[in-house]
T-cell receptor, first 111, second 109 residues
Framework: DAGITQSPRYKITETGRQVTLMCHQT?????MFWYRQDLGHGLRLIYY???????DKGEVSDGYVVSRSKTENFPLTLESATRSQTSVYFC??????????FGPGTRLTVL | AQRVTQPEKLLSVFKGAPVELKCNYS??????LFWYVQYSRQRLQLLLR??SRESIKGFTADLNKGETSFHLKKPFAQEEDSAMYYC???????????FGEGTQLTVNP
């Protein structure tokens, strides 16, 4: 499972600050995804990418920005962090959308 | 709109008892459904998919189109089955999964 990594694993920041969460995969998977995990809401898709330079919004994309200039990297940026963005963030990658391989997660706290 | 519902947020059973984790979906086409699992201190991973009709770790799941359900079942629960379970539906576009809210299963000794 070392094929997909996330950094940092834990992050505390303040309201209004910009934060970037990194995701890197070594499998050359075409698809990459960002989810947030919250109690009562399960996993919700933030953004996804079908290939380098192709990204699309998920159901909770407001306040987030992504880029994918290289196949292996898919950073997620919170432009101006809010307390409601406190969550656990998971990155995933796959060749086929159905079997996604997940990273270890980043626990983000916005004070 | 596509939707996946897992009505039980928490489920607790004793070792050796049968367990059923419920999943209901709304979908206008021919659905493809999956169960993902996250064990403590491990990554979320695919458990099984309905099209393969296989049993993984003793778990099975049958797609019931009439009831729009895809419940996960195991006849005899084990302590190592304790985990968070997510039901997921492949969207029409084939480009992403919609996950349910998750069910935290605890198997007590």
């Amino acid at each position: 499972d070392a094929g997909i990594t996330q950094s940092p694993r834990y992050k505390i920041t303040e309201t209004g600050r910009q934060v970037t969460l990194m995701c890197h995969q070594t499998w050359s998977h075409s698809y990459m995804f960002w989810y947030r995990q919250d109690l009562g809401h399960g996993l919700r898709l933030i953004y996804y990418s079908a290939a380098a330079d192709i990204t699309d919004k998920g159901e909770v994309s407001d306040g987030y920005v992504v880029s994918r200039s290289k196949t292996e990297n898919f950073p997620l940026t919170l432009e101006s962090a809010t307390r409601s963005q406190t969550s656990v963030y998971f990155c995933a990658s796959s060749d086929w959308v159905d079997e996604q391989f997940f990273g270890p997660g980043t626990r983000l706290t916005v004070l | 709109a596509q939707r996946v519902t897992q009505p039980e947020k928490l489920l607790s059973v004793f070792k050796g008892a049968p367990v059923e984790l419920k999943c209901n979906y709304s979908y206008s086409g021919s659905p493809e459904l999956f169960w993902y699992v996250q064990y403590s201190r491990q990554r979320l991973q695919l458990l099984l998919r309905h099209i393969s009709r296989e049993s993984i770790k003793g778990f099975t799941a049958d797609l019931n189109k009439g009831e729009t359900s895809f419940h996960l079942k195991k006849p005899f629960a084990q302590e190592e089955d304790s985990a968070m379970y997510y039901c997921a539906l492949l969207e029409t576009s084939g480009s992403r999964l919609t996950f349910g809210e998750g069910t935290q299963l605890t198997v007590n000794p």
